[in-house]
């Protein structure tokens, strides 16, 4: 993909609203690095996978510090409970607090490995002993999902992730997804080359070979044609007899959310064409696309929502930044700008209702998106 590295200019608004986020961020970690994912009580505990995407928030901000107490805490308190993979939700404050979801979530767990490999890559120097103290747990998370024969499916080529929390339906999900799978591609991918650095390349090899396995998966199995163009698919409904969902979501954006070294330019782009169209809502003047688009078994449209989730926003401005649509990254902020209030929020309805401001997943994303397409963080 052609970058763009003419950086967006961010209004006054903007930046009052990202560096509100970012104190909120940085105010809720505790000593020991653990960090609410609500502030607002909206949700209890510190979901795996939404201090993750805090990780990359503090990363952009140039807050290592901040980013490996969150590390550090979460595998620690993975280690506590004797857990070979992220769970759902970890107890509130301290590591004694069992967890409070044990909901196994596959995506949750890569975006931890994929989080902990892209601090690893730009700090190892100055957090190398951390890092190499930390290094055998994360590789062990890594690797529990491929060595499960209930989740690795050989002939697919794919993780099954028996719990993906999808808005869609409002519930969880048994399926093979593009998100879950996405970031168990890049994750794995990233972590080799950290393995590598740590003069580890059997456990190097191991990982690339698993990230080139979902890679030839997702190209394989989460594909279809809308419209006569190929595009990605969200998702494969196992819990509906193996149905191919028919529409788009902020699952759609899966590949460019995580950067994903394999992705298929043409064939997102032709995603995102249909998605923007058929997603186009209005939200007080701004053209915003719908975080849920659905069709019927003839691919014709019938409904969208009236909401925008935080990282789906986030990085639809992150991909149209990176393919020089600038205008269009322009007017997301914008809308930024006109709805936030003090941070940024989980979620937008289009008639100017927020859900749970500052919450840890979602403003982390925009955060995130938000720094790098305005050159906050230019590694």
């Avoid at 580890?200 to 006569?228: F, M, S």
Wanted: net charge negative; glycine share 6%.
């Amino acid at each position: 993909m052609q970058e763009n590295r003419e950086f967006l200019i961010p209004s006054d608004v903007g930046l009052d609203l990202y560096s509100n986020t970012m104190k909120s961020l940085s105010d809720r970690i505790e000593p020991n690095g653990f960090a609410l994912t609500s502030v607002t009580g909206a949700y209890r505990g510190m979901f795996s996978r939404d201090c993750s995407i805090q990780v990359l928030a503090h990363i952009a901000n140039r807050q290592p510090e901040n980013a490996f107490k969150i590390l550090n805490y979460t595998v620690n308190y993975h280690k506590q409970y004797n857990m070979p993979h992220t769970v759902h939700i970890m107890g509130n404050s301290a590591l004694d607090q069992p967890p409070i979801s044990l909901r196994v979530q596959v995506d949750g767990n890569y975006m931890f490995v994929n989080a902990y490999a892209i601090f690893a890559l730009e700090y190892l120097e100055l957090y190398r002993q951390g890092i190499e103290d930390t290094f055998d747990t994360v590789l062990g998370f890594a690797r529990y999902f491929f060595e499960s024969r209930e989740h690795y499916k050989s002939e697919m080529s794919l993780l099954r992730n028996p719990c993906y929390e999808h808005g869609r339906e409002s519930r969880y999900w048994e399926c093979y997804d593009l998100m879950t799978n996405c970031y168990a591609s890049q994750g794995c991918y990233n972590l080799s080359k950290v393995a590598r650095a740590l003069g580890r390349e059997g456990d190097a090899k191991l990982l690339g070979l698993y990230a080139a396995r979902i890679e030839k998966g997702i190209h394989q199995n989460l594909v279809t044609t809308h419209e006569g163009k190929d595009i990605y698919a969200e998702l494969i409904a196992i819990d509906k007899g193996g149905e191919m969902v028919k529409g788009y979501s902020f699952v759609t954006f899966a590949p460019i959310a995580c950067d994903w070294y394999a992705l298929d330019e043409q064939r997102f782009a032709n995603t995102y064409e249909i998605f923007k169209r058929m997603g186009s809502t209005d939200f007080k003047g701004f053209d915003i696309t719908s975080s849920y688009v659905t069709l019927d078994e003839n691919d014709e449209f019938i409904h969208k929502q009236q909401y925008i989730t935080g990282k789906g926003l986030a990085w639809e401005i992150w991909y149209c930044f990176k393919t020089g649509n600038t205008a269009r990254a322009r007017h997301l902020l914008a809308f930024l700008d006109a709805f936030s209030v003090d941070c940024f929020d989980e979620g937008y309805f289009s008639d100017g209702r927020l859900r749970d401001t500052a919450n840890q997943e979602h403003a982390s994303w925009i955060a995130y998106e938000f720094a790098r397409v305005c050159g906050l963080y230019n590694k």
